[in-house]
């Protein structure tokens, strides 16, 4: 059971333009929303999180929103440049531990 | 500072062989936790330790083992490797003091191929 769905799968965009990276949960226990990035033979870091107690986090160029109800939660990426093309991850954890239930990550290609 | 280290970083294992992979966590981090990360897919959840005790466990066979040593370090075993188990095995620690979902730091990986 696929608990953490997340669309698309790859994104194209161009320099300066907006992406944006949708993921939706099922499980209504979780109550921390990461996201990562990952380059190419790297780890997974850590971009920015979100509590269900907002429905908005921006740090910098990255903004999280947070539809509690819909369960659904996104990554926006203002003024996309060529070094933000990595994959993306979504993840959702319940506040007990460091397991972390992860999408199935979105290939970013920003385009000069 | 030193991030996460994990060791080997690469290595070739036949099926049927056993693997054991290595992580040093971050200084003051006391959390250790393994993923899977199959080629084209977000880490799957293998282990966490805290304090050198299991604190969880994914949905993997009793194949997959791990431990924690009184330095924080940890190492993860795989025996009866199957093709199946190629993949880059990613370490993570954290702050987490049992209470609360800290940021994980994640290590560069092993990347396992079983041939």
């Known amino acids: 059971q696929q608990q953490v769905k997340q669309s698309p799968q790859s994104l194209i965009v161009q320099k300066g333009g907006i992406s944006i990276i949708n993921c939706a949960y099922e499980?209504?226990?979780?109550?921390?929303f990461p996201w990562y990035q990952q380059f190419p033979g790297k780890g997974p870091a850590l971009l920015i999180a979100?509590?269900?107690?907002?429905s908005e986090k921006k740090e910098g160029r990255f903004t999280i929103s947070f539809n509690k109800s819909a369960k659904q939660f996104s990554l926006h990426i203002m003024d996309s440049q060529p070094g933000d093309s990595a994959t993306y991850f979504c993840?959702?954890?319940?506040?007990?531990?460091?397991?972390?239930?992860f999408g199935t990550g979105t290939r970013l290609a920003v385009r000069p | 500072d030193a991030g996460v280290t994990q060791s080997p970083t690469h290595l070739i294992k036949t099926r049927g062989q056993h693997v054991t992979l290595r992580c040093s966590p971050i200084?003051?981090?006391?959390?250790v936790s393994w993923y899977q990360q199959v080629l084209g897919q977000g880490p799957q959840f293998i282990f966490q330790?805290?304090?050198?005790?299991?604190?969880g466990r994914g949905n993997f066979p009793d194949r997959f083992s791990a431990r924690q040593f009184p330095n924080y370090s940890s190492e993860l075993n795989v025996n009866a490797l199957l093709l199946g188990d190629s993949a880059l095995y990613l370490c993570?620690?954290?702050?987490?003091?049992?209470?609360?979902?800290?940021?994980?730091?994640f290590g560069e990986g092993s990347r396992l191929t079983v041939l």
């Open positions: 979100i509590r269900p107690d907002v």
């Open positions: 993570a620690s954290s702050l987490n003091r049992g209470r609360g979902t800290g940021e994980l730091f």
């Open positions: 200084s003051g981090h006391k959390s």
């Open positions: 993840a959702a954890s319940k506040s007990s531990g460091d397991k972390l239930t």
């Open positions: 330790y805290y304090e050198k005790e299991e604190r």
């Open positions: 499980n209504t226990a979780f109550d921390y």
